[in-house]
C-alpha cells in the first residue's frame, strides 16, 4: 500500500538504524513532540533499539491529554446541567474530569455524540434546532483549520444554535516552554510531521537559532521516525543545528496557506493552560472577537473551577519528559486504561497508554514480581 | 510531583465513576470479563466455563451444545449481510467453534414501534435464507414490541442446539507450548463493514463484512482428520480478544507475527486512516484455530478447501508463558506485548 509499505519496510529500517548508532559517539537526548509519533515509536519497538545511543523523551503532543480539566468539566455540565448536545472527537469521551468522563456523562443521561469531523457538529445543529450543540474543539494546528470551516459553516447557516467549546492549544509554545524549564534534557526535537503540513516549518528556524538544537519534521512510520532521528543526530554530532523537513511528502516548508488563511480569520493565539504543564504564553487559540457568538464559554456562562483531590497522577511530569509513564508508581497498577487517573493512560496519543499498550505490561508484572 | 498551578493538576476520577454499566462492557475486552467474572458468575453459581462459546451438555449418553447471543448491529442492513444474517450465522458460528453441528435455533424477536413492516420482512427472508443455507431449523421464537425507543429499531436473540463431533475439541484450558495457531481468512472486514456505513463514511471500495458460516471450514478439519484443540470465531474485541482469552485459560503466551496474519487492502486503509488496529476490530466469519505441535501446515490446508476459509494461514504459536499473555512480532522484528481490547476503539483525532 503506498506510503505504508514502502516507510515500514524492515530492510531501510534496519539500514536507518546501523547508520545511527554508527554516527552516535555519545548517547543523544531527543524529544518527539506528537503523542502519535510516541504510540509509533514504542509500538515498533524503536526506543528500545537505540537504548543506550538515543534517549527518547516523550512530548506533549497529545491534545486529548492536555486540555484542561475545567473544560471537561464544563463539558460534562453543558450536556448534564444545561440539555446541549456536547459533540466530540471519539478520543477525548474516555478521558476523566472531576466526575468521571464525557462517556459516564452519557451513560448518565447527558447527549454526548462522538462525530468524525466538526461539519458533522454543524449537520447535528442544522437538524435539531430546538437544542443547542456544542462541538468540543481538541487538537493542535492539525484540527483547527477543520473547526474554523465549521464556524464559517455555521454562519453561513445562520445557526443561532451551534458553538465551540475552543481547547486548541498550539505546538510551538510548548517547545519553547519544554526547552525553557531549568530541568530540560532536550537536546533536539522530532517536529510533528501533520502540525506542520499546516503550518509549515519556517516558524522553527528562529526557534532553532536561538536555543541551538536540530528541529526536523518527522512522520509517523518507523523509516520515517528513524530518518529524523537520523537527521537529528546527524546534526548534533557535527554541531551544526538547523531546521530540516524529512516528512516532504506531506510537509511543505510554508505548509498549508488556505488552512493557515481560515485559522488565522477565525481564531487568534493566545496564553492557555496545559494540563499538566501550566499556562503556555500563547500556547493556545481563542475565537476572534467577531466570532464570539460562537464561543460556547461566552454562550454558556464561565467556567467553574472544580474541587480538586489530593493527586496521584503524575501525567504533569510525563506530558513535560520530567518522567517516562514507567516510573510512576501508579502505572500498571493504581493507574490502567480502564481505570485511569489522568489523561496519558486513556488516550490514543497519550505516553502513558502506550507505554501500557506495547511494553508496559511488561514492565507492570516485572514490578509486581519485584524485578 | 513537579510545582504547577493546581488549576492544572488532575485529580483521581469522581465517585460518579464505575458505578454503571457502560457501552465498554459490551465491547467484549477485559471490562465485559471482568463483569462476567466478577457480577455475573459469582450471583448464578455458573462455572468458568460459562466463557466458551457454548455449554456441552450431556443427557442420556448424548453430547450436546447449547448457545445463545444476541444482535442489536446498527444500522441492520450492511454490506455483505444483515441482523437476520448474523443472528443465524453468529449461533451458528458459537456452535461449530466448540465442535458441534448445528440442528435448531430459536429466534426472538423485540421490536420497536413504528418499524416498517416491509423492514421485519426483509430481515425474516434473511434469516429463513440463511438457516436453510446451512440446514439449520427455526424450530421455536417469540416476538415482542416496544415503544418508540426502548430499543433501536430491532433487536434479535437466538439460542443454538448442535450435535457434537467427534472428537471433541480438547478447549483452550489444553493449549500448550508448541501449538500452533491459524487463522481462517483476513481479519477486520465486519467491524470496519458496520463502522463504515452507520458513520456514513464514504470508502471506495466499500467495505464489506465478512459474515458467513464457518461450519465447512470445521468439517474440512474433521473430515482432513486434524486433531483440533481449540477454535474460537473473532467477534466482538477481534482476533487480540480470543487469544487474551486463550492466554488466561492456559496460562501461556501465545505469540504471532503481525505480517503473517492476512488484512485486505481497504480494511488496512480504513484502520490506517482512523488509527485503530485491526487486530481489535470485530469478525463474523473468522476463526482462530489452535493445532497441536506440527500441525498447522496440514489444519491451513483442508481450511482452505472450505470457500469461507480458503485464505487460512499459519501466523504463530504457544510459548511457556512470560510476563506477557500475548505478544505480537511487529515490523522490525520485536515481540510487543499485544494489549487486551479494552472499551469501544475510538478514532484518532489528528
Not at chain 1, 109 to 138: C, I, M, N
Not at chain 1, 341 to 369: D, F, N, Q
Request: hydrophobic share 45%; proline share 6%; aromatic share 4%.
Amino acid at each position: 500500500m503506498k506510503f505504508l509499505d514502502e516507510y515500514r519496510d524492515p530492510v531501510a529500517a534496519r539500514r536507518l538504524l546501523a547508520a545511527i548508532r554508527r554516527q552516535a559517539t555519545r548517547t543523544w537526548t531527543l524529544m518527539e513532540v506528537c503523542g502519535g509519533q510516541t504510540h509509533s515509536l514504542l509500538r515498533h519497538g524503536i526506543d528500545a533499539e537505540l537504548a543506550g545511543v538515543v534517549e527518547l523523551i516523550h512530548g506533549p503532543g497529545c491534545p486529548v491529554c492536555v486540555t484542561p480539566l475545567e473544560a471537561i468539566d464544563f463539558a460534562q455540565q453543558l450536556c448534564l446541567e444545561r440539555g446541549v448536545v456536547l459533540a466530540s472527537f471519539g478520543d477525548m469521551l474516555r478521558v476523566p474530569g472531576s466526575r468521571g468522563s464525557l462517556l459516564d456523562s452519557r451513560a448518565a443521561g447527558g447527549s454526548v455524540v462522538a462525530v468524525y469531523s466538526p461539519l458533522d457538529a454543524v449537520e447535528l445543529a442544522r437538524h435539531q434546532s430546538d437544542k443547542q450543540v456544542v462541538f468540543f474543539a481538541v487538537g493542535f494546528e492539525t484540527t483547527a483549520p477543520a473547526t474554523a470551516l465549521a464556524v464559517h459553516q455555521a454562519a453561513k447557516c445562520g445557526l443561532t444554535n451551534f458553538s465551540l467549546l475552543v481547547a486548541h492549544v498550539r505546538v510551538l509554545p510548548a517547545m519553547v516552554a519544554v526547552v525553557s524549564s531549568p530541568d530540560s534534557r532536550v537536546q533536539g526535537f522530532l517536529a510533528a510531521g501533520h502540525v506542520c503540513t499546516i503550518t509549515g516549518c519556517e516558524e522553527y528556524t528562529s526557534f532553532v537559532d536561538c536555543h541551538r538544537m536540530p528541529v526536523v519534521v518527522t512522520g509517523f512510520e518507523p523509516v520515517d521516525l528513524l530518518a529524523g532521528i537520523a537527521e537529528c543526530v546527524r546534526q548534533l554530532e557535527a554541531g551544526q543545528p538547523r531546521v530540516v523537513n524529512c516528512y516532504a511528502r506531506t510537509a511543505r516548508r510554508g505548509g498549508n496557506r488556505i488552512a493557515q488563511a481560515m485559522v488565522a480569520n477565525v481564531y487568534e493565539a493566545c496564553d492557555k493552560p496545559w494540563r499538566g504543564m501550566g499556562v503556555v504564553p500563547r500556547g493556545g487559540l481563542r475565537l476572534r472577537r467577531e466570532w464570539k457568538q460562537f464561543d460556547a464559554e461566552h454562550r454558556f456562562g464561565g467556567l467553574k473551577l472544580p474541587v480538586l483531590d489530593d493527586c496521584q497522577c503524575r501525567s504533569g511530569d510525563v506530558l513535560a519528559g520530567r518522567i517516562k509513564p514507567t516510573a510512576c508508581s501508579s502505572f500498571g497498577t493504581r493507574c490502567t486504561p480502564d481505570r485511569p487517573l489522568g489523561a496519558p493512560m486513556v488516550s490514543s496519543e497519550g505516553a502513558c497508554a502506550a507505554y501500557y499498550r506495547y511494553g508496559g505490561l511488561a514492565v507492570a508484572g516485572a514490578k509486581e514480581m519485584g524485578v | 510531583m513537579s510545582e504547577q498551578s493546581p488549576h492544572v493538576h488532575c485529580p483521581v476520577p469522581g465517585t460518579g465513576s464505575g458505578e454503571t454499566i457502560t457501552l465498554a462492557h459490551g465491547e467484549g475486552g477485559r471490562q465485559l470479563r471482568r463483569l462476567i467474572t466478577e457480577r455475573i458468575l459469582p450471583v448464578l453459581g455458573a462455572k468458568s466455563t460459562c466463557f466458551d462459546d457454548a455449554a456441552i451438555l450431556s443427557h442420556d449418553g448424548s453430547d450436546l451444545a447449547f448457545t445463545t447471543d444476541s444482535f442489536v448491529v446498527s444500522p441492520l442492513f450492511f454490506p455483505g449481510g444483515d441482523i437476520g444474517k448474523l443472528a443465524v450465522f453468529g449461533t451458528a458460528n458459537d456452535l461449530a467453534v466448540s465442535g458441534a453441528r448445528p440442528l435448531w435455533i430459536s429466534l426472538a424477536l423485540i421490536i420497536e414501534e413504528g418499524l416498517p413492516l416491509a423492514t421485519l420482512d426483509r430481515v425474516l427472508t434473511s434469516v429463513a435464507g440463511a438457516a436453510g443455507t446451512i440446514g439449520v431449523a427455526v424450530v421455536t421464537g417469540d416476538t415482542k414490541v416496544v415503544p418508540r425507543g426502548a430499543v433501536d429499531k430491532l433487536f434479535i436473540n437466538t439460542a443454538g442446539i448442535g450435535e457434537r463431533l467427534s472428537p471433541a475439541p480438547s478447549g483452550p484450558v489444553s493449549l500448550a507450548p508448541g501449538d500452533e495457531l491459524i487463522i481462517s481468512g483476513s481479519i477486520g472486514r465486519h467491524g470496519v463493514a458496520v463502522m463504515a456505513a452507520r458513520e456514513h463514511l464514504d470508502f471506495q471500495p466499500e467495505p464489506a463484512s465478512d459474515c458467513a458460516c464457518l461450519m465447512p471450514a470445521v468439517e474440512a478439519l474433521w473430515a482432513a482428520g486434524v486433531p483440533v484443540k481449540a477454535m474460537r470465531d473473532a467477534t466482538r474485541g477481534g482476533v487480540a480478544a480470543v487469544l487474551h482469552e486463550w492466554a488466561a485459560a492456559c496460562g501461556h503466551t501465545l505469540v504471532i507475527d503481525e505480517q503473517l496474519v492476512p488484512l485486505g487492502q481497504d480494511v488496512r486503509g480504513v484502520c490506517e486512516l482512523l488509527g485503530l488496529d485491526p487486530l481489535h476490530v470485530a469478525n463474523e466469519g473468522t476463526m482462530v484455530v489452535a493445532v497441536p505441535a506440527g500441525k498447522a501446515v496440514s489444519a491451513a490446508e483442508a481450511l482452505r478447501t472450505a470457500s469461507v476459509s480458503s485464505a487460512a494461514t499459519a501466523i504463530g504459536q504457544i510459548q511457556p508463558r512470560g510476563v506477557s499473555p500475548v505478544l505480537v512480532g511487529r515490523t522490525l522484528g520485536r515481540r510487543q506485548p499485544l494489549d487486551e481490547p479494552h472499551g469501544a476503539q475510538l478514532p484518532r483525532i489528528c
